[in-house]
Nanobody, 129 residues
Framework: QLHLVESGGGLVQSGGSLRLSCTAS????????IAWFRQAPGKEREAISG????????YYADSMKGRITISRDNAKNAGYLQIHTLHTEDTGVYFC??????????????????????WGQGTRVTVSS
């Protein structure tokens, strides 16, 4: 059973950047699609990015496209999300989740609560103006 831990969140000024990490233990991330979700205060959780292990295909939500880059390092059993030019609206809790042998396109087909075999507890990002 995989255990996911997110890190890298914190307080950052508007315009700054962050690199979030999702580290897995208890098993390998091989063949798992890694996804990142965001839940802003008072809003529903939304999928913002995903990366497949099968073909390296990626997904980026339109709301953040151009400002985020997802990557993974299976040797380190980890996934990453680089966020540039942070806005105050990016404030929220960022979660990673993984799903076995599934296409990233599924992130657009189901709600977040229907996606993922394992979830982390989230890391909080606060963007100040």
């Amino acid at each position: 059973q995989l255990h996911l831990v997110e890190s890298g969140g914190g307080l950052v000024q508007s315009g700054g950047s962050l690199r979030l990490s999702c580290t897995a233990s208890g098993g390998s991330l091989d063949y798992y699609t890694i996804a990142w979700f965001r839940q802003a205060p008072g809003k529903e959780r939304e999928a913002i990015s995903g990366i497949s292990d099968l073909d390296g295909s990626t997904y980026y939500a339109d709301s953040m496209k151009g400002r985020i880059t997802i990557s993974r390092d299976n040797a380190k059993n980890a996934g990453y999300l680089q966020i540039h030019t942070l806005h105050t609206e990016d404030t929220g809790v960022y979660f990673c989740a993984v799903a076995y042998n599934i296409e990233v396109s599924t992130l657009t087909l189901v709600t977040p609560d229907q996606w993922g075999d394992y979830w982390g507890q989230g890391t909080r990002v606060t963007v100040s103006s």
